[in-house]
T-cell receptor, first 114, second 109 residues
Framework: EPEVTQTPSHQVTQMGQEVILRCVPI?????FYWYRQILGQKVEFLVS????????KSEIFDDQFSVERPDGSNFTLKIRSTKLEDSAMYFC????????????FGPGTRLLVL | RKEVEQDPGPFNVPEGATVAFNCTYS??????FFWYRQDCRKEPKLLMS???SGNEDGRFTAQLNRASQYISLLIRDSKLSDSATYLC??????????FGGGTRLMVKP
């Protein structure tokens, strides 16, 4: 069964450093998403991406964040200058379409900012 | 008011029990409704979509009441493997999923 993959599984970084989290969505999916989950809290939407542009973003997704689809398979989330409060699990998801279509989640990248 | 509200639990039930979870949502414009399951430190996985007419998938039954903005999940004949956190999720016309905080279920032998 096709699945979303994410690398790395864990990332430790110093505050102020840039990090890039990588995702390979399911191959025939057209919509891509990033969510985050701070330890002990709920899953929160960051951004959705379709046709090489952001289609929706939350208040969390400020100028420190950017997304890119650099080639036909990868989808990346960049955090320009990490803060302590960016420590969280970051989940990538993809879906064939929007609305009722199921979003399939990757296993996540656990980011720890020191 | 929280957008999607759930009782965090934990619900501790014996194997074979029937257990029900409820969820309320605040955005009356919400159009799609789901139950996801999340195991400890893992990604959310879709359990089932929820339709206005109610729907059943084996031991799991989901109900939606749009007038009351209320969603429920019933699990019959609980198994040890059902132990997880159950996430109530709603979405608007776009792509953004809004998650509840989850209800933790522990099924004991």
């Amino acid at each position: 069964e096709p699945e979303v993959t994410q690398t790395p599984s864990h990332q430790v970084t110093q505050m102020g450093q840039e990090v890039i989290l990588r995702c390979v969505p399911i191959s025939n999916h057209l919509y891509f998403y990033w969510y985050r989950q701070i330890l002990g809290q709920k899953v929160e939407f960051l951004v959705s991406f379709y046709n090489n542009e952001i289609s929706e973003k939350s208040e969390i997704f400020d100028d420190q964040f950017s997304v890119e689809r650099p080639d036909g398979s990868n989808f990346t989330l960049k955090i320009r200058s990490t803060k302590l409060e960016d420590s969280a699990m970051y989940f990538c998801a993809s879906s064939r379409d929007r609305g009722q279509e199921t979003q399939y989640f990757g296993p996540g990248t656990r980011l720890l900012v020191l | 008011r929280k957008e999607v509200e759930q009782d965090p639990g934990p619900f501790n039930v014996p194997e074979g029990a029937t257990v029900a979870f409820n969820c309320t949502y605040s955005n009356s414009a919400s159009q799609s409704f789901f139950w996801y399951r999340q195991d400890c430190r893992k990604e959310p996985k879709l359990l089932m979509s929820v339709y206005s007419s109610g729907n059943e998938d084996g031991r799991f039954t989901a109900q939606l009441n749009r007038a009351s903005q209320y969603i429920s999940l019933l699990i019959r004949d609980s198994k040890l493997s059902d132990s997880a956190t159950y996430l109530c999720v709603v979405s608007n016309a776009g792509n953004m999923l809004t998650f509840g905080g989850g209800t933790r279920l522990m099924v004991k032998p």
